[in-house]
């Protein structure tokens, strides 16, 4: 029986299916968000919402002179937490106030030495991996020979290397720089603050010139860019009284401004930001050029729970652009409820007649549960299945079909 279920033109169709599943959207949709290390990082961590997340950043570790990484407080306890939420937890090396022994350790004659502290604080702190966030002189000459060594020593411990970067000078990182990173998280904000004049720092057009410039100018593959999208904003004041804000203070101070981008304050002032609206529409774009969303930062938001949640917005347009409905099937398979807690029903149709075999793939394209059912109406349990997106292949001996899942 189970060979000749998979006989004939069904296995060549199976075969096509698992194709398509390898170059469409089922490979994993990353949702990078960084946990900054200034407070409570335990606390940070502990109140992350891990449905909508599959990596995070710790920012920012950074080495004394002689290039010694001091641990933050609690970091064992912080990366077994994400990690036994699924998740996998970077160090963020750098930051905009990054120290300038950065310069001295990267030469040459540091290099070496200095890479293989980074390795051993990332193998004694149980990270997957280092997210560089060195940011504009720091990217010089010295800084793409350290990628590139770093990159080796690291991907020789199975570890991943991402980094954060900024268009306003990605040319002076070299495209074999550019190709040792796993992917990289395109910082797509800040074109104004506070030393500027007053305006929108995180436009989405901005977002479409960035994802351009990176993945035609620059060649980067699809799948190793991530768009980052900002939970704060910049006010600007008269005076030049200027400061940043996050998320949750411009919509605690002015509750109508989660669906808009800017705000006139009392005093005769705009704060500049992105709400609701603009961020599902940077996520719907990111899911059509790039493969993730990255959000700076984390304890900027509302809780996932609010509706005001920026992080929230993401998850639910990810959820409605890559979900199909049963309505929109091409065959008579149906799976219902859409998305599912418990059970699901398949459904082949009345005038179907044999087995049906059902394959549920998770983002990863790992097969996580099986199923071999009888006509007509059949439920699946999928209680045990963590939350999140499937990819569901039901064949049969004459018809095959592929739906998409979200459970809850």
């Known amino acids: 029986m189970k060979k000749s279920f998979m006989m ?25 968000g960084y946990l900054t290390n200034w407070g ?39 990366n077994q937490t994400i990690h036994n939420n699924n998740a996998k937890v970077l160090a963020s090396l750098g930051g905009a106030s990054a120290p300038a022994s950065w310069y001295t350790l990267m030469e040459a004659a540091n290099r070496d030495a200095f890479i293989t502290k980074i390795v051993s604080f990332s193998k004694t702190y149980n990270f997957d991996g280092i997210d560089m966030d060195l940011e504009g002189a720091f990217i010089d000459g010295n800084y793409n020979d350290f990628v590139l060594a770093l990159s080796t020593a690291l991907k020789a411990e199975g570890k991943l290397l991402t ?54 100018t620059r060649g980067l593959a ?5 768009l980052g999208l900002p939970n704060y904003g910049y006010r600007w004041e008269s005076g030049n009284n200027n400061s940043s804000m996050t998320i949750k203070q411009i919509v605690n101070a002015y509750s109508r401004a989660i669906n808009q981008d800017s705000i006139h304050t009392a005093t005769s002032g705009i704060i500049y930001y992105n709400g609701i609206p603009t961020i599902k529409q940077k996520t719907s774009l990111a899911i059509d050029k790039a493969s993730g969303v990255m959000w700076w930062t984390s304890q900027f938001d509302f809780p996932s729970s609010d509706s005001r949640s920026l992080i929230r917005a993401m998850d639910e347009e990810i959820k409605a652009s890559l979900s199909v409905s049963p309505a929109t099937n091409s065959t008579d398979f149906t799976l219902y409820p859409n998305p599912v807690s418990d059970d699901l029903i398949l459904n082949a149709g009345s005038d179907h007649k044999g087995l049906v075999k059902i394959n549920f793939y998770d983002l990863s394209r790992k097969e996580v549960l099986q199923k071999l059912l009888g006509e ?6 999928v209680s045990n299945l963590a939350q999140g997106m499937y990819t569901c292949i039901i064949s049969s001996n004459d018809k095959i079909s592929v739906l998409k899942i979200v459970k809850q």
């Open 163 to 216: 980094a954060a970067v900024a268009t306003w000078n990605g040319w002076d990182i070299y495209d074999n720089t550019l190709a040792a990173f796993d992917f990289v998280n395109i910082m797509s904000y800040d074109q104004y603050g506070t030393w500027t004049a007053a305006g929108q720092h995180s436009s989405y057009s901005t977002a479409v010139s960035d994802l351009n410039y990176w993945g035609v």
């Open 8 to 32: 004939g033109n069904t296995t060549t169709s199976f075969l096509f299916v698992l194709l398509f599943i390898s170059s469409s959207v089922t490979a994993q949709f990353k949702m990078v």
């Open 222 to 226: 699809k799948s190793k860019m991530v």
């Open 40 to 78: 409570n990082l335990t606390q940070d961590a502990n109140n992350v919402d891990y449905t909508k997340v599959t990596h995070l950043n710790i920012a920012f570790i950074n080495p004394d002179n002689s290039g010694n990484l001091s641990p933050t407080t609690s970091l064992t306890t912080v």
């Open 376 to 381: 007509g109406a059949q439920t699946i349990n």
